[in-house]
């Protein structure tokens, strides 16, 4: 998952009116208990805008390690053993969960199993039998990301 | 939508397509995805252009708003392995506008010298796609092509296999649907061959 123009400007949006809430009413010398109950409701905005950066960064985080296992990692493939749906989604993408058998050449076959968020045309194809890349952290083997 | 039916009518007749009332091409493609199934309808089916085979049809769903797409669908099996997803896409299109969603599946734009196409299209790709490939692909002949021939609104998305042009207009009339098969069929022959290679 990666964030897009739309979680920063969310991000902004409830960062920002949070905080004219919890600040505005005490400096606009309102009476402490329409303060309380502005400044209460800003703090929640200011936790969710928190919250949804601390998920962008990781995401962030995750990507680049990704991205370093990809251009470092030694090319195998993955072939999908099953299919199951978890029922849960994301942003109307569903969580696959997928059986794979994983070949690295060098390290051997194993099974092992991922969940991933896809979009629904990538999840419409992922099918028992379809082989796709995978890349492996040499260091690591157990640690691979699937090329879908 | 008469007049929609005589366009594709005539069009199937012209070029010797079989007419479809109705196909459902299933959510193969983001575009297809928004219509239920991917239905289309009208459709025809047959030799879009050149030695290249598919179907064409309209796209139409509504998200707060109705979007009419007119979408020729190629298969490419062989780019799977190579290029699973490839998205050139008009730049400004929008096919939602309900969407507010701050995280989305991650995609690498792809970067061309070409600024005649990076105004024209925003071109993504999978994050783990092999750049040279994808250099190859974009030839400069491509590269040009996309840039310079196609109908205005034309873009493509590559899935799995399946490639789907499309352009946004309610009755493209038959030189439309002629142009957008074409394009598809350029760009699917464009691909198979660099696959083949």
Redesign the interface.
């Known amino acids: 998952?990666?964030?897009?123009r739309?979680?920063?400007?969310?991000?902004g949006f409830f960062g920002l009116l949070g905080l004219a809430m919890c600040l505005g009413p005490p400096l606009l010398d309102a009476n402490a208990e329409t303060s309380l109950i502005v400044a209460s409701t800003g703090a929640i905005f200011v936790l969710v805008a928190a919250g949804?950066g601390l998920?962008?960064r990781h995401?962030k985080a995750k990507?680049a390690r990704?991205?370093w296992v990809?251009r470092n990692g030694i090319k195998g493939s993955a072939t999908i053993l099953e299919v199951g749906n978890s029922h849960t989604t994301?942003?109307?993408?569903p969580l696959m969960k997928l059986q794979l058998a994983l070949e690295i050449p060098g390290v051997g076959r194993s099974e092992v199993s991922r969940r991933e968020?896809?979009?629904?045309?990538?999840a419409?194809?992922m099918k028992e039998g379809l082989?796709?890349?995978a890349?492996a952290n040499p260091e690591d083997p157990s640690e691979f990301?699937l090329?879908? | 939508m008469a007049d929609l039916d005589a366009t594709y009518a005539a069009f199937a007749a012209a070029r010797g397509l079989e007419p479809l009332p109705a196909l459902g091409l299933?959510?193969?493609?983001?575009l297809?995805?928004e219509s239920k199934h991917g239905q289309v309808a009208p459709a025809a089916r047959g030799r879009l252009a050149g030695e290249v085979d598919g179907i064409v049809g309209q796209l139409a769903y509504t998200r707060n708003k109705t979007f009419r797409f007119n979408v020729a669908l190629v298969e490419v099996h062989a780019s799977t392995?190579l290029v699973?997803?490839l998205f050139c896409i008009r730049s400004g299109r929008s096919t939602r506008d309900d969407?507010?969603?701050?995280?989305?599946?991650?995609?690498s734009k792809l970067w061309t010298e070409s600024t005649a196409l990076n105004q024209r299209y925003t071109i993504s790709t999978?994050?783990?796609q092999d750049p040279n490939w994808m250099r190859q692909l974009f030839s400069p002949a491509l590269v040009d092509y996309l840039a310079s021939k196609p109908p205005a609104d034309f873009s493509f998305e590559l899935?799995?296999g399946i490639l789907l042009g499309s352009v946004e207009d309610d009755d493209p009339g038959a030189d439309g649907l002629t142009a957008l098969c074409e394009a598809t069929a350029h760009v699917a022959a464009r691909i198979a061959r660099e696959c083949e290679e």
Do not use: K
Request: proline share 8%.
């Open positions: 998952m990666q964030i897009n739309t979680g920063i400007w969310l991000i949804l998920y962008a995401a990507a990704q991205d990809f994301v942003n109307e993408m968020v896809m979009p629904v045309f990538t419409n194809c082989v796709l890349p890349y990301i090329v879908w | 299933g959510s193969l493609t983001p297809l995805v392995a699973p997803r969407e507010f969603y701050g995280f989305e599946a991650r995609h999978s994050p783990f899935a799995y």
